[in-house]
């Protein structure tokens, strides 16, 4: 069975861009998790969704924004970024409830200069 | 407000020894709780997980220890390898499906 599939896998931008990163989870897995990852801060929630909804949500600001879409495939967007938002950004997915693991994604390294 | 506070921030080990790693959670309705290691370059990847109904679960050289009333679990890593060098992480989850993770322990196996 195929992994968590993040694309791409790096990405530079500049100050004031936007930015779209997308997963594909594990078939069967219908909710998608998203993590930001710095040195020192480990793994902070983003948000999750499931069958195309948002459940949880992280302390994140508005500029993140995420989307699941009916194959279970999401995309996470950032706007307006900041010097920030540099980061490895990884998405998970689960069959969610019970014993269910996450199951990551080798992420996006995404650089703001 | 971090709820899975783990610790060592970094860990130096000799090769053959023990490595361990400690977690402590303020919730009670956490009832599942896992295990990441991450090397360089990777996502995280799941290692051993636990129930709190099990005081210790065992696979191959890792070892999970739960205490349920303390509201602390632990992480042994047995006969420590240089292969082993890496991030790890403990979780700690409930029914609603949202993972709350530790800060990360930085392994480091010196042969």
């Known amino acids: 069975k195929a992994g968590v599939t993040q694309t791409p896998r790096y990405l530079i931008k500049t100050r004031g861009q936007q930015v779209t990163l997308s997963c594909s989870p594990i078939s069967g897995h219908r909710s998608v998790s998203w993590y930001q990852q710095t040195p020192g801060q480990g793994l902070q929630f983003l948000f999750e969704y499931f069958s195309e909804t948002q459940r949880n949500k992280g302390n994140f600001p508005g500029r993140f924004s995420g989307r699941q879409f009916s194959n279970s495939r999401s995309e996470m967007n950032v706007s307006t970024l900041e010097l920030g938002d540099s980061a490895l950004y990884l998405c998970?997915?689960?069959?969610?409830?019970?014993?269910?693991?996450?199951?990551f994604g080798n992420g996006t390294r995404l650089t703001v200069t | 407000q971090q709820q899975v506070k783990q610790s060592p921030q970094s860990l130096i080990v000799q090769k053959g020894g023990i490595s361990i790693i400690n977690c402590a959670y303020e919730?009670?309705?956490?009832?599942?709780f896992p295990w990441y290691q991450q090397f360089p370059g990777k996502g995280p990847a799941l290692l051993i997980a636990i129930r709190p109904d099990v005081s210790e679960k065992k696979e191959g050289r890792f070892t999970i220890s739960f205490n349920k009333s303390a509201k602390q679990f632990s992480l042994h890593i047995m006969d420590s390898q240089p292969g082993d060098s890496a991030t790890y992480f403990c979780?700690?989850?409930?029914?609603?499906?949202?993972?709350?993770f530790g800060t990360g322990t930085s392994l480091t196996v010196i042969p």
């Open positions: 979780a700690a989850t409930n029914t609603g499906n949202q993972f709350y």
């Open positions: 998970a997915s689960n069959i969610a409830g019970g014993d269910s693991p996450l199951h």
């Open positions: 919730n009670t309705a956490f009832d599942y």
